[in-house]
């Protein structure tokens, strides 16, 4: 939850060592990482949301907050802060002596300049902003953040947002685009690690930052290395051979694979992520609510989980169970008789209409719960054409309504452990064709409940009820088809030291400082 009004947060990381303070040690050789996905389709932390692009951004970008790994915010680039009474200015004073990776002096007007553009943009996570409405810097190491309202998602999403090397953004801007073209491809933050060589289609490299704040004390890691557009077979043969160090996602044939094998480590983690069909609500045949409502009792819910042998749980709603403000809305239910009523009442008694379905490469239960759902679709006379295509080939098509799928497959992990921030990235109408309201979904009410829940602080009770009557509202309308939470599963070498999967980074923190390779 957020600090009461008018408390003042202290700095609590450590300095950089001294002089004579433990030596540094480096790993031998690099941490290689097999990815989930294709290679990132920017590095920019203002319009990134996916894996590929937040993994490299985490390690390289740093925000004025962080969160710890049991949920709570931290300082990070702030060294502390104090929030008015009315919980409407936030002031920050930042930490001294951090260096970007140009070179340049972090200071408040890289603050300032980070918030401006992210709020200009309005992509990525720049909804985390939207009550923003003024940035203003006090003195060189001192920054006033103004809201028009209280907004308890900004203070969730402060961590999310990065901050940037204002020199970088004005020496390399074009036209007023805020550089967007070159921090596409360059990664110019306070982070531990640098960009070192991006080699198109196949990987990308990151290197320790010398002047990193923290120092490097320690055990460390040098080098890490990404790997892209690895089938899983040749994942899993690199990984047992020590050539990858880590599969960020694995499905459960590679788990069973990994059992027996001493030299692997099998990890299944908690999450705040919905799996989830998104449903094209404004496509011909599923403008119709009786049609969508018909598309949930299709579903084989128990089918599904059955498939995951205990490393899921199914979703009771559009936020996951362990979200603040969650309620069950939503029973998951399979009665194709009752799905062929309602498809008839819809003037579809046979079905006869073709749907689409696009899911990704690699991720085994993506392309098993399409299968499942294609199979129980063909009962009623729905013939559903799947697709494999890349996560790019995906967010492109999903930018418009016309172009998009009439479902996706899609994993949404949520910014912050807040239902509203889930509900709100799923479905207000301002995101349509960006971020994940992949369904397209326009309903004043919706945003106004989701709004509404955002004005109030973490101790009004009505919060919850606001939250309540969204995922109750969003799921009557038949706007999504929530799958199942799953864990997270991801085997890493045993010789990996330090890493752990961490639910409340964004999209995906692997926390590269604190790796190293034993021998």
Same mark, same amino acid.
Request: proline share 5%; charged share 25%; aromatic share 10%.
């Given at each position: 939850?957020?600090?009461?009004?008018?408390?003042?947060?202290?700095?609590?990381?450590?300095?950089?060592?001294?002089?004579?303070?433990?030596?540094?040690?480096?790993?031998?050789?690099?941490?290689?990482?097999?990815? +989930? +996905?294709?290679?990132?389709?920017?590095?920019?932390?203002?319009?990134?949301?996916?894996?590929?692009?937040?993994?490299?951004?985490?390690?390289?970008?740093?925000?004025?907050?962080?969160?710890?790994?049991?949920?709570?915010?931290?300082?990070?680039?702030?060294?502390?802060?104090?929030?008015?009474?009315?919980?409407?200015?936030?002031?920050?004073?930042?930490?001294?002596?951090?260096?970007?990776?140009?070179?340049?002096?972090?200071?408040?007007?890289?603050?300032?300049?980070?918030?401006?553009?992210?709020?200009?943009?309005?992509?990525?996570?720049?909804?985390?902003?939207?009550?923003?409405?003024?940035?203003?810097?006090?003195?060189?190491?001192?920054?006033?953040?103004?809201?028009?309202?209280?907004?308890? *998602?900004?203070?969730?999403?402060?961590?999310?947002?990065?901050?940037?090397?204002?020199?970088?953004?004005?020496?390399?801007?074009?036209?007023?685009?805020?550089?967007?073209?070159?921090?596409?491809?360059?990664?110019?933050?306070?982070?531990?690690?640098?960009?070192?060589?991006?080699?198109?289609?196949?990987?990308?490299?990151?290197?320790?930052?010398?002047?990193?704040?923290?120092?490097?004390?320690?055990?460390?890691?040098?080098?890490?290395?990404?790997?892209?557009?690895?089938?899983?077979?040749?994942?899993?043969?690199?990984?047992?051979?020590?050539?990858?160090?880590?599969?960020?996602?694995?499905?459960?044939?590679?788990?069973?694979?990994?059992?027996?094998?001493?030299?692997?480590?099998?990890?299944?983690?908690?999450?705040?992520?919905?799996?989830?069909?998104?449903?094209?609500?404004?496509?011909?045949?599923?403008?119709?609510?009786?049609?969508? *409502?018909?598309?949930?009792?299709?579903?084989?819910?128990?089918?599904?989980?059955?498939?995951?042998?205990?490393?899921?749980?199914?979703?009771?709603?559009?936020?996951?169970?362990?979200?603040?403000?969650? +309620?069950?809305?939503?029973?998951?239910?399979?009665?194709?008789?009752?799905?062929?009523?309602?498809?008839?009442?819809?003037?579809?008694?046979?079905?006869?209409?073709?749907?689409?379905?696009?899911?990704?490469?690699?991720?085994?239960?993506?392309?098993?719960?399409?299968?499942?759902?294609?199979?129980?679709?063909?009962?009623?006379?729905?013939?559903?054409?799947?697709?494999?295509?890349?996560?790019?080939?995906?967010?492109?098509?999903?930018?418009?309504?016309?172009?998009?799928?009439?479902?996706?497959?899609?994993?949404?992990?949520?910014?912050?452990?807040?239902?509203?921030?889930?509900?709100?990235?799923?479905?207000?109408?301002?995101?349509?064709?960006?971020?994940?309201?992949?369904?397209?979904?326009?309903?004043?009410?919706?945003?106004?409940?989701?709004?509404?829940?955002?004005?109030?602080?973490?101790?009004?009770p009505e919060r919850d009820d606001l939250l309540?009557?969204?995922?109750?509202?969003?799921?009557?309308?038949?706007?999504?088809?929530?799958?199942?939470?799953q864990q997270n599963l991801d085997l890493s070498?045993?010789?990996?030291?330090?890493?752990?999967?961490?639910?409340?980074?964004?999209? *995906?923190?692997?926390?590269?400082?604190?790796?190293?390779?034993?021998?």
């Amino acid at each position: 939850e957020a600090p009461p009004a008018a408390a003042t947060a202290p700095a609590t990381e450590t300095a950089q060592p001294a002089a004579g303070a433990e030596e540094t040690v480096w790993a031998s050789k690099p941490v290689v990482v097999a990815s +989930c +996905c294709d290679e990132p389709k920017t590095l920019d932390p203002a319009v990134a949301i996916d894996i590929p692009g937040t993994q490299l951004i985490n390690a390289g970008y740093e925000g004025l907050t962080t969160y710890n790994r049991q949920g709570t915010i931290e300082p990070m680039l702030a060294a502390s802060w104090q929030i008015s009474d009315d919980a409407k200015s936030y002031t920050f004073k930042l930490r001294e002596g951090v260096k970007f990776h140009d070179g340049s002096d972090f200071n408040a007007d890289a603050v300032k300049v980070s918030f401006d553009r992210m709020k200009a943009m309005g992509l990525g996570a720049s909804f985390f902003l939207n009550a923003v409405e003024e940035v203003k810097v006090l003195d060189d190491m001192t920054v006033q953040i103004t809201l028009s309202e209280p907004d308890i *998602q900004f203070w969730y999403g402060l961590p999310r947002i990065k901050i940037v090397s204002a020199e970088a953004v004005k020496a390399h801007e074009k036209d007023g685009d805020w550089a967007q073209d070159f921090f596409r491809e360059n990664i110019v933050g306070t982070g531990a690690y640098r960009l070192d060589e991006w080699e198109r289609g196949r990987q990308i490299r990151m290197v320790a930052f010398d002047d990193y704040r923290k120092g490097w004390a320690g055990k460390h890691v040098k080098e890490f290395v990404v790997r892209y557009s690895l089938d899983m077979p040749t994942k899993m043969l690199l990984l047992e051979q020590g050539e990858v160090h880590l599969i960020d996602a694995v499905g459960l044939s590679e788990v069973k694979r990994a059992a027996n094998n001493p030299d692997i480590r099998i990890g299944a983690s908690d999450v705040f992520r919905g799996y989830y069909h998104t449903v094209n609500n404004q496509h011909e045949f599923l403008k119709d609510k009786k049609v969508r *409502q018909a598309i949930l009792l299709a579903f084989p819910y128990n089918a599904m989980i059955d498939v995951m042998e205990g490393y899921a749980t199914p979703l009771t709603s559009p936020a996951t169970s362990n979200m603040i403000g969650h +309620c069950d809305v939503f029973t998951p239910t399979e009665d194709l008789e009752q799905a062929k009523a309602l498809l008839a009442e819809a003037g579809h008694p046979d079905g006869g209409f073709e749907l689409t379905m696009d899911y990704l490469p690699g991720l085994e239960p993506e392309r098993l719960s399409s299968q499942l759902f294609q199979e129980n679709l063909a009962t009623l006379g729905v013939d559903l054409k799947l697709q494999e295509v890349e996560w790019g080939t995906l967010l492109e098509a999903q930018k418009q309504v016309d172009t998009a799928p009439d479902f996706a497959a899609l994993y949404v992990t949520s910014p912050v452990p807040y239902a509203g921030a889930q509900l709100f990235r799923l479905g207000h109408s301002s995101i349509q064709g960006s971020s994940y309201n992949w369904q397209f979904y326009d309903n004043p009410e919706f945003d106004q409940l989701i709004e509404e829940a955002q004005r109030r602080l973490p101790d009004d009770p009505e919060r919850d009820d606001l939250l309540c009557q969204a995922q109750r509202l969003f799921m009557d309308d038949a706007a999504i088809l929530p799958v199942m939470n799953q864990q997270n599963l991801d085997l890493s070498r045993k010789e990996l030291a330090g890493y752990q999967f961490d639910p409340y980074s964004y999209v *995906q923190d692997l926390h590269m400082y604190d790796l190293f390779l034993e021998q």
